[in-house]
């Protein structure tokens, strides 16, 4: 009987797969659970005036069976779920900004291509920062013949193409126009076909799907930056229009940490991802000596740093050291780091992490959609922290608070004692803080300003992938906290996808607008780090089920990883701030 039973089902099957089946047409899946059966092979933007969940003036790219994909593009698999992407969502919008540079880029090449190339720098509040290979200052002239080319492109609403060149094609293009980092990348990547954007007959290289035309652009500026030197790409973002003050787009002290991490990279001639892959395929000895040089310039930082805290500390003024900075910048590691150098120098640092004062898992506050939201300031136990920093600062001893990431709970650990040096004797003592909301005047409002310096850390990437795209910030702490998640907190890549969105909110509500109230910035990415993390975290990313809503974002992660080479980790020295996340540092 059971043997006749399993043959029932498996004919059941068969008959299903027969039914789907069909090598002449493709059932395509709308949002809405539609379906509808299409002629092979079926070109995207034939069937978006034809469905209501595809209708949108605010459409900017489709989702095809979990992948981002253009709405120019044609598809031939036998089924295919697909759902719209619109601006107001987070990949939209990114879709709306890689428009924005690609119509940059074309009127850039049209006007100057004899003259110089553009080259984009990093992030600015609503926009990017470029600069000209030639290292010249763009003018108020050219600015507005940019922008005047960029509204022509835009109105004649062209289409934006998909083409593939073969490897010495795309070389001899890219070098025809002097796109060194391009011709960089090309070479390293040693694949037979380089995918392009074309608009009007000027290529790119082609890194995630644009939208379908230059008319999708409603919104933009370009201005000169406060330097007069560079020049700012603006859009709206999703929440807040292009401001009008050029002070809230550029923040002085992100710009400057950008500058210094800039010029340190091309010191060491580092101007590119393709720059660094060419020292992974050089030697084992080149390759080691980099690796040093940039661990010992980051610690000199961190040094100086320390000597610059010490003498406030020694002179009485300062009291309490703040350390915040968005998820997986390396908080932790550098505050013990800082520990110790205060130390050496004779200053007693109780380090204190604030995710120790989380409160219990089942106190956490949830957000609208039903989640725990971990960034906000109610999910830490406030009162009891300054309670426990009073308690310090009279002198008196307190027990260290653990909070346990895989049970959710605190607990005060009875063998761990803390307490600073008594006034009389001589000693110098600080209280050193490191968390989200380390640079938060409301958690610490009970201490002076004057007696608190903040420092506010992030992986500030300074690496091009191109001319006209650069290694996003947020990718790499992303990577970080991956393999953090995954080895600490007993989290899949699918989970951290899942929390990332939160956690970004979170940090734009809760860090960002503090940033220029902080003392320094520092900038605790090194260039090697996401050839280190290959081997950890791609193997987390193919983990990702292709049904899983966060698939698309897995499979930019991925390729995004492609474009370096990976290296092992036995170069990275047991207290380099990557030991946080892919284990064996020092300090853990």
């Known amino acids: 009987r059971f043997i006749q039973y399993l043959f029932k089902k498996m004919g059941t099957a068969c008959k299903q797969v027969e039914e789907e089946l069909d090598p002449d047409t493709i059932k395509v899946i709308f949002k809405n659970g539609d379906t509808q059966r299409y002629p092979k092979p079926l070109y995207l933007k034939d069937i978006i005036p034809n469905h209501k969940t595809l209708s949108s003036p605010d459409l900017m790219a489709l989702l095809v069976n979990g992948k981002v994909t253009s709405i120019n593009s044609t598809i031939s698999t036998g089924i295919a779920k697909i759902y719209p992407i619109l601006y107001d969502s987070a990949e939209g919008f990114a879709t709306y900004k890689r428009t924005l540079v690609q119509i940059f880029a074309t009127a850039v090449n049209k ?148 500058a210094k991490s800039n010029e340190y990279s091309k010191r060491i001639n580092l101007n590119c991802i393709g720059d660094w892959n060419k020292v992974v395929i050089s030697s084992q000895q080149e390759l080691k000596d980099l690796i040093l040089t940039m661990n010992m310039h980051q610690e000199e930082e961190i040094s100086n740093i320390a000597m610059t805290i010490g003498e406030k500390v020694k002179s009485g003024k300062v009291k309490f050291i703040g350390i915040a900075g968005p998820s997986a910048s390396g908080k932790t590691t550098f505050s013990k780091k800082l520990g110790i150098i205060l130390k050496s120098i004779g200053i007693e640092t109780i380090v204190i992490s604030m995710d120790d004062y989380f409160k219990n898992r089942k106190n956490t506050p949830k957000d609208k959609n039903g989640n725990y939201d971990f960034e906000c300031l109610e999910a830490l136990r406030i009162e009891d922290f300054n309670k426990d920093l009073n308690t310090l600062y009279k002198g008196e001893s307190i027990n260290r608070c653990v909070f346990d990431f895989v049970t959710g709970t605190y607990k005060y650990i009875e063998n761990d004692v803390l307490k600073l040096p008594d006034k009389d004797s001589g000693k110098y003592g600080v209280v050193l803080c490191e968390g989200l909301h380390g640079i938060d005047e409301r958690v610490t409002s009970s201490i002076p300003r004057d007696e608190k310096f903040f420092i506010y850390i992030a992986p500030l990437t300074p690496i091009n992938s191109d001319e006209y795209n650069f290694f996003s910030d947020y990718v790499l702490r992303l990577y970080r906290r991956m393999i953090r998640d995954f080895r600490t907190r007993g989290n899949d890549a699918s989970k951290t996808l899942k929390n990332w969105w939160s956690v970004a909110k979170g940090e734009e509500k809760y860090i960002y607008p503090f940033i220029d109230s902080s003392d320094l910035i520092w900038n605790s990415s090194l260039d090697y780090e996401v050839s280190v993390l290959f081997s950890f975290v791609y193997p987390l990313l193919r983990t990702v089920d292709v049904n899983d809503p966060y698939y698309y974002l897995a499979c930019y992660l991925m390729d995004t990883m492609n474009n370096f080479l990976p290296i092992s980790d036995e170069h990275v020295e047991k207290t380099a701030v990557l030991r946080e996340f892919i284990g064996g540092s020092s300090f853990e």
């Open 111 to 258: 006007l100057y291509s004899k003259k110089f190339v553009a080259i984009v720098n990093h992030s600015v509040n609503n926009g990017y920062l470029w600069k000209k290979d030639n290292g010249e200052a763009f003018t108020e002239e050219e600015i507005k013949n940019i922008k005047e080319k960029m509204d022509e492109l835009i109105k004649q609403d062209l289409p934006i193409e998909e083409i593939e060149l073969s490897h010495q094609e795309a070389i001899n293009y890219f070098k025809s126009i002097n796109h060194k980092y391009s011709v960089s990348l090309i070479e390293t990547n040693n694949v037979d076909i380089v995918k392009c954007s074309c608009i009007d007959k000027v290529l790119t290289l082609f890194f995630r799907p644009l939208g379908a035309s230059t008319g999708i652009i409603k919104e933009f500026d370009i201005r000169l930056s406060t330097d007069n030197n560079s020049l700012l790409l603006l859009f709206p973002t999703m929440t807040k229009s292009i401001p009008d003050v050029i002070n809230e787009i550029e923040t002085k002290l992100t710009i400057e940490s950008y």
